[in-house]
C-alpha cells in the first residue's frame, strides 16, 4: 500500500444524472485533440483521480501507443509514445478490463514511470471499434488506492464507449483524408482531362491536365462556360448541344469528338468528350482526352493522299512536253526573266495565247525556287463549273451545300508551303476573285460553309491568254486582284515568232513520239522544214506537237513528211485575242485568223438559234467556255439581228 493516508474512497451518493449530464456538456462541442482533452478532465473529475489519458495505437507497431490526451495532477500536460510491454496497459490492450486497487508500481516494476511516481491504483478499459477490434484504450490511475465503487465503473464505462466512438470517428476521418488525398492526387495528376461542370456547363472545377489542355489559370476555372470553349464551326456546334440536350435528359453517352479553342491563345485543340450527369440533376462529371495529335497527323495523312491523288491525276494528264525548248532571243529573254524571279516569293502572271506552254514556264519557276520540295498545285479556272471554283480553292466543310457529303481540302491547303498555278485566271468567277485577293494579302481564308480562318503560306503563279487589263477596263475582272497578280508579268511569244526554234521542236517531238508510236523516223528534210516554218501556228506549239505525231504516224519510209492539209487553218480556229502587243500577230495576218474565226463563230451560232450555254449551245460545239466565246464575239464585234445584219446584242 502507498504511504499515503488519502485513499480513492467510494463517490458519495449523489444524482448519477447530473454526473451524466457534466460529461455530456463538457464534451459535446468538441471533436479531435479538444474532444480528447474535455474528455479525461472531466473523466478525472467524475471519478476523482489524479491521473487520466486516452490512448490509441501507433500504425504499424503491435504494442506502441500513444496518448491523445493526458492530464496529470489538475493540467493537461504533453503527450507520450510508450511500449506497452510489462504495463498495466499490456492487458488492456489485449481487449480486457484491467483493474488494481492498490500496489500497482510494485506489481509492474519494469513500468519505470509508473514506480517513480509510486502509483498504486490503476483501471483501464480497451476502446472497441463496432467490430470488437481494439482501436487504445482509456486508464486512471493515482498515487493512492482506489476502492471498489459500481457507480465509479458505470461512469468510466461511459467515458469509455464515448471516447470509442470519437476514436472509430477520427481514425475514419483520418482514412477518408488519405483516401481524398490519394483522389486528388489521382485526380489533379491524372494524364487526362476532369472537369466538374454544372447543366449550364459552367466549370466548378478542373484537374491539371484540363487546365492545360484547355489554356485555363487555376484562378479562371470557376465560372469559365465550357461551351464558349467550342470552336464556332457548324459540325462542333451540333455536336456538343446533342451531347448536352442527352445529358439533361440524363443520359449517358459515349466519347464524342469535339473541336476547341483554348482561352489563353485560340489555338484548336481536338478532343475527346464523355460526361456523365450526377444523381443531383445539377451538375456533371466530364472526362476529356487530348487528341490534337491524332487528329492533325489524320488531317496531314488525307492532306498527303489528297496531294498524292492530285500528282497522279496529273501524271495521267497530258502535258504539252517534258522540257522548254528554243534558243531564240525571244525565248532567252523568257528564260531570263523565270531565272530571276524564281528565287523569289514573287506572284508571277504569264500571259501567252492558247498551246504557248505557260503551265511549262510556272514549272520552271516552281523547280528552281526554294518551294521546289513542296508541291506545285494546278487549277484550270476555265475548266470547272463556276459554282465549283471556289470549292476546289478553299475546300468547304461537310454539309456546305447539296452534294457535299464530306468534308473536302481546297487546293491552297494542299499547296500550302508550295505554288499554287491558277491558269486561264481571266475566267475566275468575280466573287472567287475576291477570296484570292484576301489570300495574297492576307495569306488566309475560310473554306466554304466555315468560320474557320486557315492561314496558308502558297506563291501564287497565274496564266492566262486573255488581255487582263481589257478586261478590267470592261469591269469582268477586279482591278485590285489584276495588280497584285502583275507582280511580276512573263509574256510568251507565239510560235509565229519564235520561228528560229521550230526545228529544235520538231526534232524533240519526232525523238518522243517515234518511240512511242514504234516508227524510225531518220531525217527530216530542209523543205519539210521551210514548210512548218512558214504555218502561223495559230495553235502554236500544241498544234506543232500534233501535226508531228500525225506526220510520224503517216510518213511512210524513215523521212519524216508533212502533207499540205496538215497545216491549213480550220474555220474558227485562228488565234485568239493576245493578252499582250508583244504576243499580238502582224495586222495583216491577224485580219485574215479573225475573219475566219469569225465566220466559224457565225456559223456555229445560227446552227445552235444563238444558245450559246449547255451541252448543245455554241460553246460546247466549239470547245470553248462559255465566257470565252462571248469575249470574242464582243471582240469581233459579233451581235445577233433577226431581221437581216448582225448589229444587236443577243438575245
Not at 489519458?53 to 506502441?64: C, D, K, Q, S
Not at 475527346?272 to 492533325?296: A, M, N, Y
Not at 475566267?427 to 481564308?445: G, I, N, S, T, Y
Not at 486573255?466 to 497584285?484: H, K, N, P, T
Request: a neutral charge; charged letters at 30%.
Amino acid at each position: 500500500m502507498s504511504d499515503s493516508s488519502e485513499a480513492l474512497a467510494p463517490r458519495p451518493a449523489e444524482d448519477e444524472s447530473a454526473v451524466l449530464q457534466a460529461i455530456v456538456e463538457g464534451t459535446v462541442r468538441h471533436i479531435g485533440a479538444d474532444f480528447f482533452s474535455s474528455l479525461v478532465t472531466h473523466l478525472a473529475r467524475a471519478v476523482d483521480a489524479r491521473f487520466a489519458f486516452v490512448a490509441e495505437f501507433v500504425p504499424g507497431r503491435a504494442t506502441l501507443v500513444r496518448t491523445l490526451a493526458y492530464r496529470a495532477r489538475d493540467r493537461i500536460v504533453d503527450n507520450i509514445e510508450y511500449d506497452v510491454a510489462g504495463t498495466p496497459c499490456e492487458e488492456v490492450i489485449g481487449g480486457k478490463l484491467c483493474r488494481h486497487d492498490d500496489g500497482v508500481w510494485r506489481k509492474f516494476p519494469r513500468d519505470e514511470p509508473l514506480v517513480a511516481m509510486r502509483i498504486e491504483s490503476y483501471l483501464g478499459v480497451p476502446l472497441l471499434d463496432p467490430k470488437g477490434q481494439t482501436l487504445g484504450h482509456l486508464a486512471v490511475f493515482d498515487d493512492r488506492p482506489m476502492a471498489a465503487d459500481p457507480r465509479r465503473m458505470h461512469v468510466f464505462r461511459i467515458f469509455a464507449e464515448r471516447a470509442a466512438a470519437e476514436l472509430e470517428r477520427l481514425r475514419m476521418d483520418r482514412m477518408l483524408r488519405a483516401s481524398e488525398k490519394r483522389f486528388r492526387d489521382l485526380f489533379d495528376e491524372a494524364p487526362i482531362g476532369y472537369v466538374y461542370e454544372d447543366t449550364e456547363t459552367r466549370f466548378v472545377g478542373a484537374n491539371r491536365a484540363a487546365m492545360q489542355m484547355l489554356g485555363l489559370k487555376p484562378e479562371e476555372v470557376p465560372g469559365t462556360v465550357g461551351l464558349s470553349l467550342v470552336a464556332p464551326t457548324q459540325e462542333a456546334q451540333e455536336r456538343v448541344h446533342r451531347s448536352l440536350a442527352a445529358e439533361q435528359a440524363g443520359k449517358e453517352l459515349p466519347f464524342i469528338e469535339i473541336e476547341l479553342r483554348r482561352k489563353d491563345d485560340g489555338r484548336p485543340v481536338f478532343v475527346q468528350r464523355w460526361s456523365r450527369p450526377e444523381p443531383d440533376g445539377k451538375h456533371t462529371r466530364t472526362v476529356i482526352i487530348d487528341i490534337t495529335d491524332r487528329v492533325l497527323a489524320e488531317r496531314e495523312r488525307a492532306n498527303l493522299k489528297q496531294q498524292n491523288l492530285y500528282l497522279q491525276e496529273e501524271i495521267k494528264a497530258e502535258r504539252n512536253f517534258e522540257e522548254i525548248v528554243g534558243s531564240s532571243a525571244a525565248m532567252k529573254k523568257v528564260f531570263e526573266r523565270v531565272q530571276r524571279v524564281a528565287a523569289t516569293d514573287s506572284t508571277v502572271l504569264i500571259s501567252g495565247e492558247t498551246g504557248t506552254g505557260k503551265e511549262l514556264i510556272a514549272r520552271a519557276i516552281h523547280s528552281t525556287s526554294r518551294r521546289k520540295d513542296r508541291p506545285l498545285i494546278k487549277l484550270n479556272c476555265a475548266a470547272l463549273p463556276t459554282g465549283l471554283v471556289e470549292s476546289e480553292l478553299f475546300g468547304h466543310e461537310k454539309g456546305a451545300f447539296t452534294g457535299a457529303v464530306e468534308r473536302r481540302i481546297g487546293r491552297f491547303t494542299l499547296a500550302n508551303g508550295g505554288t499554287i498555278f491558277l491558269d486561264e485566271i481571266g475566267e475566275m468567277p468575280p466573287d472567287v476573285q475576291a477570296k484570292v485577293l484576301r489570300v495574297l494579302q492576307e495569306q488566309e481564308f475560310e473554306p466554304v460553309g466555315s468560320a474557320k480562318t486557315l492561314k496558308v503560306d502558297v506563291r501564287v503563279i497565274a496564266a492566262t491568254n486573255r488581255d487582263l487589263a481589257r478586261a478590267v477596263a470592261e469591269g469582268s475582272f477586279r482591278a485590285d486582284l489584276y495588280y497584285r497578280l502583275a507582280v511580276f508579268p512573263i509574256s510568251l511569244p507565239p510560235l509565229r515568232e519564235r520561228t528560229e526554234d521550230i526545228p529544235a521542236l520538231v526534232y524533240y517531238f519526232v525523238g518522243k513520239y517515234a518511240a512511242k508510236i514504234g516508227r524510225t523516223i531518220e531525217r527530216v528534210e530542209p523543205p519539210t522544214i521551210d514548210q512548218l516554218a512558214a504555218y502561223p501556228w495559230p495553235g502554236n506549239i500544241r498544234e506543232l506537237e500534233n501535226v508531228v505525231e500525225r506526220a510520224i504516224i503517216l510518213s511512210p519510209g524513215t523521212t519524216l513528211e508533212v502533207e499540205p492539209d496538215f497545216l491549213r487553218v480550220p474555220a474558227g480556229a485562228g488565234t485568239p485575242a493576245a493578252p499582250t502587243a508583244a504576243a499580238r500577230p502582224p495586222s495583216g495576218e491577224a485580219a485574215t485568223l479573225d475573219e475566219a474565226q469569225r465566220r466559224q463563230i457565225l456559223a456555229t451560232l445560227e446552227r445552235t438559234r444563238w444558245v450559246i450555254d449547255g451541252p448543245k449551245g455554241a460553246a460546247q460545239i466549239l470547245g470553248l467556255h462559255p465566257n470565252t466565246l462571248r469575249s470574242r464575239m464582243k471582240k469581233l464585234g459579233i451581235r445577233r439581228d433577226h431581221d437581216h445584219d448582225h448589229d444587236h446584242d443577243p438575245s
